[in-house]
């Protein structure tokens, strides 16, 4: 795995949008150092990176653990396509379990999902 570092100065979304264009995969926090710390919704940067980034974007939150498997939820929409790969390979990669769960609202969609 390659990795690298950069320090910019300048708007945050612009840049997280611009060097993601290079990414498979965007893993960002849930909220900034400015926000509170019992707030249950993304910070700004957050939902603007969900909303604007041309990849899949995983959000972690503060306290999570790597501990466990992984679970995409599939509705077969090109969003969740795009972060099957990178995400099945960062699982790999930890040596998780990768499981999949499909959503449909009725019988017929179940059917064309899988």
Do not use: W
């Amino acid at each position: 795995m390659r990795c690298a570092f950069a320090r910019e100065r300048g708007d945050v979304n612009s840049i997280i949008t611009r060097e993601a264009r290079a990414a498979d995969l965007i893993v960002i926090g849930r909220r900034g150092r400015n926000e509170p710390a019992d707030s249950n919704r993304p910070g700004p940067t957050t939902e603007t990176i969900i909303h604007q980034a041309l990849r899949p974007v995983l959000v972690v939150p503060q306290d999570a653990q790597s501990e466990g498997g992984v679970v995409f939820a599939y509705d077969g929409s090109r969003g969740v396509q795009r972060v099957l790969v990178p995400g099945t390979a960062l699982a790999v990669a930890r040596k998780a379990a990768v499981s999949g769960i499909s959503i449909g609202d009725n019988a017929e969609e179940e059917r064309e999902l899988r």
